[in-house]
């Protein structure tokens, strides 16, 4: 079994901003397998589906960005799940908007969220799927920022496509393995 659990903040305000790029990645992966039904459980919304015979459970954190550590440490409880099959994705400022990229471990970079997760779990050794979102155009705050949505239709289209991108790098890394899976990130950033 896989948790995958995508980064961002609950309600309509925040719906499609740069900072919940975890949240439209999971949804989108939401759609690829089949996972149709939320429910509340841990501090999250979760979905079911399977990738392979692999059982996955998605999950959105409904306790705010800073905060996301709780709820996704209940779940690897409730879960049984250890680090190896935990995948976060989340948004990235030093990645260009589009951009995905693959890690296992790390730091956090001044993410709060990853921080929380960090801090929670005890450990830094799980994957991330990094969807970049680009620093802050000249005269914008950074929290601003991070909480507006795309303005442009070429753009928003650009990260519907990383979010497609994200759920096809999480199958191959679920698959393949993380090798395989920045390779095919790669790929697509070409």
């Given at each position: 079994?896989?948790?995958?659990v995508?980064?961002?903040?609950?309600?309509?305000?925040?719906?499609?901003?740069?900072?919940?790029?975890?949240?439209?990645?999971?949804?989108?992966?939401?759609?690829?397998?089949?996972?149709?039904?939320?429910?509340?459980?841990?501090?999250?919304?979760?979905?079911?589906?399977?990738?392979?015979?692999?059982?996955?459970?998605?999950?959105?954190?409904?306790?705010?960005?800073?905060?996301?550590?709780?709820?996704?440490?209940?779940?690897?409880?409730?879960?049984?799940?250890?680090?190896?099959?935990?995948?976060?994705?989340?948004?990235?400022?030093?990645?260009?908007p589009?951009?995905?990229?693959?890690?296992?471990?790390?730091?956090?970079?001044?993410?709060?969220?990853?921080?929380?997760?960090?801090?929670?779990?005890?450990?830094r050794?799980?994957?991330?799927?990094?969807?970049?979102?680009?620093?802050?155009?000249?005269?914008?705050?950074?929290?601003?920022?991070v909480?507006?949505?795309?303005?442009?239709?070429?753009?928003?289209?650009?990260?519907?496509?990383?979010?497609?991108?994200?759920?096809?790098?999480?199958?191959?890394?679920?698959?393949?393995?993380?090798?395989?899976?920045?390779?095919?990130?790669?790929?697509?950033?070409?």
């Amino acid at each position: 079994m896989y948790l995958i659990v995508g980064l961002g903040n609950p309600g309509e305000e925040y719906a499609h901003t740069r900072h919940n790029a975890g949240f439209d990645a999971v949804d989108a992966i939401a759609g690829e397998v089949g996972a149709r039904y939320w429910k509340t459980e841990c501090g999250s919304l979760t979905a079911k589906g399977a990738y392979r015979d692999v059982d996955l459970v998605l999950a959105k954190p409904q306790s705010y960005m800073n905060t996301s550590g709780g709820p996704v440490k209940q779940l690897v409880n409730a879960y049984g799940v250890d680090a190896e099959h935990l995948i976060v994705i989340h948004d990235e400022l030093d990645i260009d908007p589009g951009t995905v990229r693959v890690k296992f471990g790390g730091g956090h970079a001044g993410h709060n969220g990853l921080r929380s997760i960090c801090d929670k779990l005890g450990t830094r050794d799980w994957s991330r799927v990094r969807v970049g979102i680009g620093r802050p155009e000249p005269g914008w705050d950074m929290k601003d920022w991070v909480l507006a949505t795309y303005r442009t239709p070429e753009l928003r289209k650009v990260m519907f496509d990383a979010y497609m991108n994200a759920a096809d790098a999480i199958a191959t890394l679920i698959g393949e393995g993380v090798d395989a899976a920045r390779q095919f990130v790669a790929k697509c950033n070409s």
